[in-house]
C-alpha cells in the first residue's frame, strides 16, 4: 500500500493561504487518482478536490471552487493543495488520499495519510 505524508498545515488569518503538499511513497497505480479530503470537529469527512494521474482532470467541492486549486508532480511523487481566500470555515484536518482508479468514488480511496491541520482565524 502506497504511503502518504501531509504537510503544510498551520495557523493563518481569514483571506490568507496555504500550501499542502503530500508526497506519495511510490509512483504505481495505486496513485492513479489523488484527492484531498478535509473533517472539522464534530463533522464528517468531506471531498475537497481530486485530480487524474496526467493532472489534466481535476474536480472541486462547490465550497472552495475558485479558491483552492489541486496539482501534482508525478516526477517528486508529490500533490499539492493551494488554498487562497482562506475562510473560518476551511478550518479542518486535511487528508491527502490515493486510488487505483480513473474516476474513483470516495470509497476507491484506500491510501490515506496522517493529515495536516489547517485552522483559519477570524
Known amino acids: 500500500q502506497v504511503q502518504l505524508v501531509e504537510s503544510g498545515g498551520g495557523l493563518v488569518q481569514a483571506g490568507g493561504s496555504l500550501r499542502l503538499s503530500c508526497e506519495y511513497s511510490?509512483?504505481?497505480?495505486?496513485?492513479?487518482?489523488m484527492a484531498w479530503f478535509r473533517q472539522a470537529s464534530g463533522k464528517e469527512r468531506e471531498f475537497v478536490a481530486a485530480i487524474s494521474w496526467s493532472g489534466v482532470n481535476t474536480l472541486y467541492a462547490d465550497s472552495v471552487k475558485g479558491r483552492f486549486t489541486i496539482s501534482r508532480d508525478n516526477a517528486k511523487k508529490s500533490v499539492y493543495l493551494q488554498m487562497n481566500s482562506l475562510e473560518p470555515e476551511d478550518t479542518a484536518v486535511y487528508y491527502c488520499?490515493?486510488?487505483?482508479?480513473?474516476?474513483?468514488?470516495?470509497?476507491?480511496?484506500?491510501?490515506w495519510g496522517q493529515g495536516t491541520q489547517v485552522t483559519v482565524s477570524s
Open positions: 511510490e509512483v504505481t497505480a495505486a496513485i492513479t487518482s
Open positions: 488520499a490515493a486510488s487505483p482508479k480513473n474516476y474513483p468514488v470516495v470509497t476507491d480511496f484506500g491510501s
